[in-house]
T-cell receptor, first 112, second 111 residues
Framework: NAGVTQTPKFQVLKTGQSMTLQCAQD?????MYWYRQDPGMGLRLIYY???????DKGEVPNGYNVSRLNKREFSLRLESAAPSQTSVYFC???????????FGDGTRLSIL | LAKTTQPISMDSYEGQEVNITCSHN???????ITWYQQFPSQGPRFIIQ???TKVTNEVASLFIPADRKSSTLSLPRVSLSDTAVYYC????????????FGTGTRLLVSP
């Protein structure tokens, strides 16, 4: 019963470094999502994938890229990290966009 | 963006019933209303989802009037462990606008 698994759980980067956040789900869900949550704030959608083979921008896509590798995996890449991208990143999955989403435990990312 | 409005914070005491109301005036025909709970340092957890009328599960009840422009999450007999942020979402299947989160309601349960 792993659900949604995110790796790594913590990471510290220097400005300008690149990094890929990994997400995998074992519930055979069609849709997957990446959110960021800044301290004391709600979640903001970065990118989503409504189905395998498709990806779309969310509210705050600038500075990020995503890859839906297969039905299970959806990765988020920061090409050139900036301090403004310091945040907690959550991956989620759901059967369809209008169905409940299941979230991972998050990746805490600090960019110095 | 699809907009939901809910109180920023609420206070309650152990054993009381808590009702959190959310307004979503621009809900569309195919949209569902979904509530999530989030504890500090954790991802949101699905509580309940409904389309119309009333839905009940082992954790909560969700009341949706006929016009569907609002919904009320009811938590019976809250305990200290129910202290969390509760998010109301209108989830649809057309565009990212129906996937956004609002600011949530911070519920504090006291002894």
């Amino acid at each position: 019963n792993a659900g949604v698994t995110q790796t790594p759980k913590f990471q510290v980067l220097k400005t300008g470094q690149s990094m890929t956040l990994q997400c995998a789900q074992d519930m055979n869900h069609n849709s997957m999502y990446w959110y960021r949550q800044d301290p004391g704030m709600g979640l903001r959608l970065i990118y989503y994938s409504a189905s395998e083979g498709t990806t779309d921008k969310g509210e705050v896509p600038n500075g990020y890229n995503v890859s839906r590798l297969n039905k299970r995996e959806f990765s988020l890449r920061l090409e050139s990290a900036a301090p403004s991208q310091t945040s907690v990143y959550f991956c989620a999955s759901g059967e369809y966009s209008n169905q409940p989403q299941h979230f991972g435990d998050g990746t805490r990312l600090s960019i110095l | 963006l699809a907009k939901t409005t809910q109180p920023i914070s609420m206070d309650s005491y152990e054993g009381q019933e808590v009702n959190i109301t959310c307004s979503h005036n621009n809900i569309a025909t195919n949209d569902y209303i979904t509530w999530y709970q989030q504890f500090p340092s954790q991802g949101p957890r699905f509580i309940i989802q409904g389309y119309k009328t009333k839905v009940t599960n082992e954790v909560a009840s969700l009341f949706i009037p006929a016009d569907r422009k609002s919904s009320t999450l009811s938590l019976p007999r809250v305990s200290l462990s129910d202290t969390a942020v509760y998010y109301c979402r209108v989830q649809g299947n057309t565009g990212f606008q129906k996937l956004v989160f609002g600011t949530g309601t911070r519920l504090l349960v006291s002894p």
